[in-house]
């Protein structure tokens, strides 16, 4: 059976507006409901997800392999002020998928949790969403399209982007990538 999924990201917080990693802050604005068919609905722990799948009308439930990357002592500070203080800790965290300078996750083990989460999902569910974190879609597509790792950096998921993926465990193909309407 070939299944749907369709990742959503959450609605914008305080730190996706001002490039800030996050440190599980609410979501600014709630979204509007939207109408979505699912056999099955799960969501990131985080609040800002949570959030938005209740907002959306979603009825979830939660996942922890759907949380974000841990940025470690990196959480709650800008993407600017990391820079300005550890420059060549952010220069090898950009640059070498492997690197956690901030004491978290690295990107290479990010996307190695996000593939095992993809290839183990139930194979008995034709239309799958998931509410998540933009770090989370982007290893998802990485693993669908066979990317390297460094094209996690070249892809951009803003917040309540949906995004489909369509296959079954170890064979994902990218359908589509759209705003969710406001």
């Known amino acids: 059976m070939t299944t749907r999924l369709t990742l959503v990201t959450h609605a914008a917080t305080a730190a996706t507006r001002r490039a800030a990693f996050p ?18 609905v799960t969501t990131s722990p985080a609040l800002a997800c949570r959030q938005t799948a209740s907002a959306l009308g979603l009825t979830a439930t939660v996942d922890d392999a759907l949380r974000d990357c841990d940025h470690g002592h990196w959480r709650g500070r800008s993407l600017d002020e990391v820079a300005a203080t550890e420059p060549l800790a952010v220069r090898s965290w950009l640059t070498d998928p492997a690197a956690a300078p901030h004491g978290g996750e690295s990107v290479l083990a990010l996307l190695a949790r996000v593939a095992a989460w993809l290839d183990a999902l139930p194979r008995d569910h034709e239309r799958i969403v998931a509410v998540t974190h933009p770090a989370v879609v982007k290893a998802a597509v990485v693993h669908a399209i066979l990317a390297t790792p460094l094209s996690f950096w070249r892809i951009d998921v803003p917040p309540l982007s949906r995004t489909v993926l369509s296959g079954r465990p170890s064979s994902w193909t990218l359908r589509s990538l759209a705003r969710v309407p406001e």
């Open 23 to 40: 440190s599980d802050e609410p979501v600014e604005s709630p979204p509007a409901p939207a109408s979505f068919r699912a056999d099955l």
